[in-house]
């Protein structure tokens, strides 16, 4: 039943876009028009194939990232066709206005046939999402951006002057199809040559084991205090149905093993204190904490932060930038900086610097992308390094963060 009603749902937006399509290439040659033609339900006789085997689950024995990528151009073709339809029913209700006072009040013949014009701001309208999510598919899940910070702390000593931290954060190590541009970005990481590096979770989707083939790419990356990093709502394994919890244990400790052959030291409410040019830097690291309820709560601060009073300046890894304003800023005023990953900006947005900043996810996180700033403390909520869902960016790229401090 749910396939019939969705095959339905999905022909009947077909076919009721295929009347602006057919409007536009009325006039084409007609091998031209009907090639065109076969084209347009192709996608449709795909979608319903698609949807068979998915209902069927034989899509276990699918090539993972070829599912991914088919799913993903089939959502970009209906919600491409879906907004065509505003525009059809615009020239519907006007085709009906006309055949009514035609029938009621003028004797004259008023032409009651489909819009040219309606048809094709209709094509356009459905164009731009279409082009636009299948250049954010193709160009930029691998085109990695470095954003840099200058971040100027009262009471700063003056042997951290210079301190260089380079942040990355929201690998999804499940999503990434290609090893290559990866390595890539690891050397762009070296190059900008870090006094330390912090990771600030979701190393994968669900699996530990979706790692295995790039520890060898990022076990490269390295810095003269190390690097440091924390879990994310998706490293614990809860959106996936394991068949008995033992499973889904063993999968934490695969994990924890995991961060283990890169050479990051995973802080699970813990912390380390760093010697660096003889000042005491605490490294804090806190499991997921998120003041949204549909994400859980693992972190623990309070004992996180036990034993650093005596560093001369605290920095806390936090996979999610609402534990800012829930818990740090409000209790404790002393740790300088957080860093945060987790919302992606959505991989979805505008952003020119000094003009607009914008992304849908700003509904949903006060703090979702870059620098934030409340009296003394700061945020810095890094775009992620990786891809979920959606296995591309629009307008917010991936993100290498390079932040370096100065005395305020």
């Known amino acids: 039943m749910r396939f019939l009603i969705l095959a339905t749902l999905l022909l009947a937006i077909d076919g009721y876009a295929f009347l602006a399509v057919r409007m536009i290439v009325k006039d084409w040659p007609e091998a031209i028009k009907y090639t065109f033609f076969g084209f347009y339900w192709i996608v449709p006789i795909v979608a319903v194939l698609f949807i068979t085997t998915s209902l069927g689950q034989e899509i276990e024995d699918w090539n993972k990232h070829a599912y991914l990528y088919l799913r993903t151009f089939l959502f970009i073709a209906y919600i491409s066709k879906m907004l065509i339809l505003p525009i059809l029913l615009i020239d519907d209700a006007r085709r009906l206005g006309s055949m009514v006072y035609q029938k009621f009040s003028s004797p004259a013949i008023v032409d009651a046939g489909r819009s040219k014009f309606l048809s094709q701001a209709g094509i356009f309208f459905g164009a731009i999402p279409f082009v636009t999510l299948m250049y954010g598919l193709v160009r930029n899940p691998y085109r990695y951006k470095v954003f840099t910070e200058k971040i100027a ?144 709560k693992y972190g623990d601060l309070e004992k996180a932060y036990q034993g650093t009073d005596s560093a001369n300046l605290k920095l806390l890894l936090s996979h999610d930038p609402s534990h800012w304003l829930d818990q740090v800023a409000e209790k404790y005023k002393d740790i300088a900086i957080t860093f945060s990953g987790h919302t992606h900006g959505m991989q979805f947005g505008i952003e020119i610097p000094g003009w607009i900043k914008w992304s849908p996810i700003q509904y949903v996180y006060k703090q979702w992308a870059g620098l934030y700033q409340q009296k003394d403390q700061y945020l810095y909520v890094n775009r992620g390094l990786g891809f979920h869902g959606y296995p591309g960016r629009v307008g917010i790229l991936p993100e290498i963060t390079c932040i370096e401090l100065e005395e305020a």
């Open 153 to 296: 702390l009262r009471n700063l000593p003056s042997a951290l002057k210079g301190l260089r931290i380079v942040q990355i954060s929201d690998i999804h190590s499940g999503s990434l199809t290609f090893k290559e541009p990866v390595k890539e970005a690891i050397k762009l990481i070296n190059d900008l040559k870090p006094d330390i590096i912090f990771f600030t979770g979701d190393l994968v989707n669900t699996r530990a084991d979706e790692m295995d083939r790039f520890i060898d790419v990022f076990d490269k990356i390295s810095a003269p205090h190390g690097v440091y990093s924390v879990m994310g709502n998706h490293d614990y394994g809860d959106y996936h149905r394991w068949d008995t919890p033992e499973a889904k244990e063993q999968n934490l400790i695969k994990l924890h093993d995991t961060h283990k052959k890169l050479g990051w030291d995973l802080l699970n409410n813990e912390n380390r204190i760093v010697k660096i040019n003889n000042e005491s830097v605490a490294v804090i690291g806190v499991e997921n904490y998120s003041a949204h309820p549909r994400f859980p």
